[in-house]
Structure formats: C-alpha cells, structure tokens
DNA sequence: CTGAAAGCGCTTACAG
DNA sequence: CTGAAAGCGCTTACAG
C-alpha cells in the first residue's frame, strides 16, 4: 500500500495538517520542523495522491483545452489535415504555461452542446476551467455560459458583445490587410481562398469603413475539397486577364498550388504572387519559393489564454471581462512580386 | 451550493448508497426505487462531483498520451510540424475509445526521465493509467517501468524484450517494402530521406535476412535542415546516373520535391518515383500528382493501444504481454512510374 | 508556528 | 433489494 500523510506526519512526529503546510507552503512552518518533514517524506518516498488533494480542496488543477477536429465541425472535411497545426501550436502554448504553475491539461473534442460540456466538466468538477476554440457550439448558448462567468476563455470574438474572457486575432482585419499589401505591391486582381464566404469578409470590411477596396479586382473562391479548388484556380488562371495575386488561407495547399501554376506555365513568383497564413514559425520558409505569410501567434494565443483563464481562478482578476488581441504579422518572403518596380 | 448525493438520497426518500447503486448501475435496484432516485436528481439537477468519486474510488478515470514535440526530443527541429498529422491522428484514435468508455484523455509532454513521470502521474493517482510514443525516455529505464507492470502502453518494439503491453507499426519493414515495391517496379537507384541512419534499416534488414538487397543502389540522405536536404537532393539527381526513385519519409516535404525537381527539369512521375507516408488515410491525394504512400494507420494504432490499456486496466487481460501489430499498407497512386513496361 | 478535528462527497463491504 | 456506517487521504478554519 501507498503511504499516506498520516505515515509521514507520524514518522515525522508532527501532525497532518503540519506535512500539508510543507507540501503545500501555504502556511509558514518553522525551518527545524520543515526539515523533518522532508526527510520523513524522502524517506518513505511518499506522494501525496491528487485524487485526495483534488477532494480536499475542491480542485482538478486541470484546465481542458476543447478543440474540435470533428466530422461534424461547420469546416470542410479536410479541417483535420489543415487545422493541425494550429492545434498542436494552441497545445504548445496552452501547456507552456499549465507546467509551470502546476496544472494539467484535458483536450476535449465534444460535439455535444454547449450546456452540457459545461455541466459534465465545470460542475462535475472534472476541471477547473475550460479553453474553447474552433468550437461548434452556437453564438447564443455561449453568451448565456459567459452571463453566468463561468470559468471559461474563448478564442474569438463576438460582434457586439463584449463580454467574457477571450483572446482575439483580428480575424477578418488581417485579411483586409494582407490585400492591402498586394495592392501596394501593385497588384490589382487578387484571387482568394478562403474557408469562408466572399460576403463573410467584404460585408465585415465594409461596415467598418475600410478603405481602398473599390479599384481591386477580388475573386473569392470557398475552399470546399481538393478536386474543386483545383479546377476553380485553373479556369480562373486560364483567363487573360487572370489575377496577379494568391491568397490560400491552407499553407498545406500552397505547394500543390505552386505545381499546380508550373503545369499550367505560370511561375511563382515572376506570374503569379502567393500569399498564406502559418501558424508555425517560420512554416513558410520550407517552400520553393519561401512564401511570404501572415504569421497567426498562435502559441501566444495559447499561453494569453491560459493566463487569461488561470488568473480568473486565482481571482487575480477584476471582474469577468478581459479581452486580449494578438497581433498577426505579415512576414515577408520570396513569393510576392512588387509589379510598380 | 451545489447539490451532494445526500440531497438527492433525502428527496428521493433512500440512502445514499442505493443513489450510488443507481448512477453506477453497480447493483440491482428496483424499479420503482430506481423511477424515484431519478427523479430526484433530475429535479435536484444533481451532479456528481468526478473530485469525489475518484477520491471514494481511487481511479481519476483518466488517461495520459504522453507525446513529445519538444526542442529536445531526438527528432530533427521540424518534428513539430512533421509529426503534426501523427499526433492528430493519434489523438483521434485514443479519443475515440476514451469517450465511449467515459474515461478522459490528459495529454502530457514531459521531459523529465520516465521515472518521474510515471511518479508525478501513475503514483500520484492523477492517471490510471499512460500511453507512451515518441517519449526521449531510454530504453533501460523503460524497461524497469515494465518489469513493475505499469498502467502502460507504449508504441513501438523493444528489440530481444518481448514484456510490456505495446503496439508495433513494423517500422523497419515497411521502409524495406517499399523499397522492394520500387524494385518489382524496376527501380535499381533509389534515394531514402529519413530521420534515421542509413545503418538503422540496412542493418536491421540484414540482420532479420531480408533478401533482394543486394542489386540495388541505395541513397539515404538523413533529413536534417530544410537547406542541407535541398542541397543534398539536388547534387545527388544532378548525376547522370541518378536515382529513379525518391523515397521522402515526410509528405510534408514531398511538394517541395517535386518543385525542386521541376526546377531541375525533371517530372513526377516521368524523371522521378516518389513515394511518401501518409498517417492521414488519403493525405496523399491532396497533391499533384497524387502521391503512391505508405499508410501508417496511426488512428488505429491509438485504438489499439487504449484498448490493451483499458483491458488491463478493467482486468480484462491474462497477464502484462501484449503485442499488437498493425500493418501499414501502401496505396498505389500516381507518383511513381513502371519502368518494366 | 503547531495540532486536534471536522469536513469534503462519494463508494463499498457488511448485515439484513 | 436496501441501509447504516466506515473509510478513502487530504485541507483548513479554529484555537492555542
């Protein structure tokens, strides 16, 4: 059998709640008294059990990340392969952080609603707090969990409703930015690929008074299976008056693009500029040509809501409301060309 | 305040046990006792505390996938990105079983030495029990773990060890299948890029008597840096009598092959075979041309390994042997040519 | 700085 | 089929 508090505050000639103040540090206990205790727990090499500690002090010291790589999330088949990267950077930065204050991470891939995620894993006292991402829960049944504070961070933003603890990345506005970029390079038709609808992007814009975007060409082009992107991009590069510009939102689908545009006698960057996203450092530079992305922090993404989300439990927060922007940035590579040069 | 299993022994007019009995179908109760019991926690909206039951029980119902993307792992500095798809996958697979079965899935990436962390998670009680891939561990110490019969599961083959419950991709004789799949093709010259030595397979192939190695020209190119392997794949098909076939361990890098390749002059499959991996069953149309892979079935392999694990865990095996392999599969595309015909 | 003791909310032999 | 009660191993006011 495993021993237990009472062994080591026995051997130790002191009383339970005297180990606990050492394991714990919550309380000062005299140097003399700490240094038997701490032999008397090398000594009988004991470890506390979590699941007893957890009981005691109504605590998991487990945060669950949630991340959806389902069939039935609202992207396209091939999220898996596409978002994994990004799962795996929100990971590493989430978890930099939970090591080093002592908590563990649960990743959670539910398709369950909302309400009752919360109520198997916040009330039941399974975790102490939740990190949600990419989630296919809906915008309503989230606001009504954030009325109640519970102890959850979003990643993302609502539209009018500035409530709640979560991270944002100027989702829409970096696109607007990075066709921004092209134009100042002199490039006026642009095609992109995107997971979501031309009106997603171009209504947003609008209603938040962009500028500039009234002498561009823009093709939008919704990122659905492989087959179809491929025969959308060669119909609209076949034309003579064919964009001068790519964006593709998948990284992973650049490559295939750029042999695509080799078959087609187009070349990158001299024919056609390429413009994508990474989510990993540095991802861009393992291309040929290296593309100039739009880098998503999204391991800093990670680690703010992590900190975001510890720092409401150890109520080092005023209040329920706290949102933290990152900052993508457009770093520049060998896959766009200046055409006013 | 939440309401506690005494609430809803009270209103349903029983003790708490026969509630216990209930909620764990652990004994026969009586219908009508059951109708009662129900109905109260659903008036009461009753939950039951996972801290308590794991504290009452001694199980946290847990599990820990224990996997390294860290700097120090001995794999090359893109393992991160490289191994995404695995980790994905792997995940899936463990998940999958985990949900099913209401266990829960920790995932830890530690880098401290497996005697630590067997302590920190097994002893502690925070997990029943760890699965173990691509862990820096050595091998001795591992194998201590072993001889104590452990909760684990580890992914792999300890080579003249047959202990321990573990799951097994053939790694050695899959890279040898592929190149004897090159070689029916008619394929002499053959390049290999892995993250491995070439000792490390043409060894393992001698010393396991694998025939028809002997007429063939086998390049290995170790995959370091992104800048070393370009320029090694370059120099080695600028030869006259360079290879026909290109085996790249990484589809990750395989678009980028094919770019270089086609800066060079030379077409896939035409020029040059390529064969790749693929632990994402059909990763490897998403290219063009689609990609001849070995298919690593990583999603069964977490299935497999949970299961052995859960099976041990519940009782359910004889003993603490347990092998399962799983047997990557190759599926012909159109990367590689037949030079036969 | 330290200890006695209650309490956290379940599960599980044991007895009936 | 059901209940009374011990027990799981900690933490934490409270008192000194």
Redesign the pocket.
């Given at each position: 059998?495993?021993?237990?508090?009472?062994d080591v505050a026995r051997l130790a000639?002191?009383?339970?709640?005297?180990?606990?103040?050492v394991?714990?540090k919550?309380?000062?206990?005299?140097p003399?008294?700490?240094a038997k205790v701490i032999e008397a727990m090398d000594k009988l090499n004991?470890?506390?059990?979590a699941?007893?500690?957890g009981?005691?002090?109504?605590k998991s010291r487990t945060i669950g990340l949630v991340m959806n790589f389902a069939q039935d999330s609202p992207f396209p088949e091939s999220t898996v392969q596409t978002m994994s990267d990004f799962f795996i950077e929100m990971f590493r930065g989430v978890n930099s952080i939970i090591r080093k204050k002592d908590y563990y991470l649960m990743i959670i891939n539910e398709e369950k609603d909302l309400q009752k995620v919360v109520k198997s894993f916040l009330d039941k006292r399974r975790l102490d707090g939740m990190i949600f991402t990419f989630t296919p829960f809906n915008i309503s049944s989230l606001k009504e969990v954030i009325a109640k504070e519970r102890p959850l961070v979003y990643v993302g933003n609502i539209k009018g409703y500035n409530r709640g603890l979560h991270v944002y990345s100027r989702y829409t506005e970096y696109f607007y930015d990075i066709v921004m970029f092209l134009k100042n390079k002199g490039h006026k038709r642009i095609a992109l690929v995107t997971a979501r609808d031309e009106d997603f992007f171009v209504e947003d814009w609008k209603s938040s008074g962009k500028p500039g975007l009234n002498d561009l060409d823009l093709s939008f082009l919704k990122y659905s299976n492989m087959e179809k992107i491929i025969e959308d991009v060669k119909s609209l590069f076949l034309r003579v008056d064919r964009p001068t510009a790519f964006f593709v939102q998948d990284l992973k689908a650049v490559q295939l693009s750029i042999s695509i545009f080799s078959e087609m006698g187009l070349r990158v960057p001299e024919d056609v500029s390429i413009v994508s996203l990474e989510y990993t450092k540095g991802a861009g530079e393992s291309f040929f040509p290296k593309i100039t992305n739009v880098y998503v922090p999204v391991y800093d993404m990670g680690v703010q809501a992590v900190t975001i989300l510890l720092n409401y439990l150890e109520g080092k927060t005023k209040g329920y409301n706290k949102l933290v922007e990152v900052e993508p940035v457009l770093i520049e590579r060998d896959s766009v060309i200046d055409l006013n040069t």
């Open positions: 059998m495993e021993n237990t508090i009472y000639g002191v009383s339970t709640a005297t180990v606990s103040r394991m714990n919550t309380e000062a206990v005299s003399s008294t700490e004991y470890t506390p059990s699941l007893a500690q009981f005691a002090s109504n």
